[in-house]
Nanobody
């Protein structure tokens, strides 16, 4: 499996960003896809998940501000982030599990200035 995240950048507090994840080499529509993030000096944490049947779940810290979506025809997953806070700063990774193996994208940096 290959995952390629993009769309990160520098944004002011209260701003928005949309992250994209292109997934290849798997039957995309069959897989749950997650977004994780890792802040400097912190462990990687789960931010949002979208299941193969489009059910979504979110970390409490992002509920009501982030929205995960997928386009199966394009093998793409998105993370729309709004009302961004400095504590949302980190490297964001898309992730899935394929045949028992964890697949990670290379990550995209999100920096929220106060």
């Amino acid at each position: 499996v290959q995952l390629q995240a993009s769309g990160g950048g520098l944004v002011q507090s209260g701003g928005s960003l949309r992250l994209s994840c292109a997934v290849s080499r798997i039957m995309f529509s069959h897989y749950d896809i997650d977004w994780y993030r890792q802040a400097p000096g912190q462990q990687r944490e789960l931010v949002a998940t979208i299941s193969s049947d489009f059910h979504t779940s979110y970390a409490d810290s992002v509920k009501g501000r982030f929205q995960i979506s997928r386009e199966n025809y394009a093998d793409m997953v998105y993370l729309q982030m709004s009302l961004l806070k400095p504590e949302d700063t980190g490297i964001y990774y898309c992730h899935t599990v394929h045949r028992g193996q964890h697949g990670w994208g290379q990550g995209t940096q999100v920096t929220v200035s106060s």
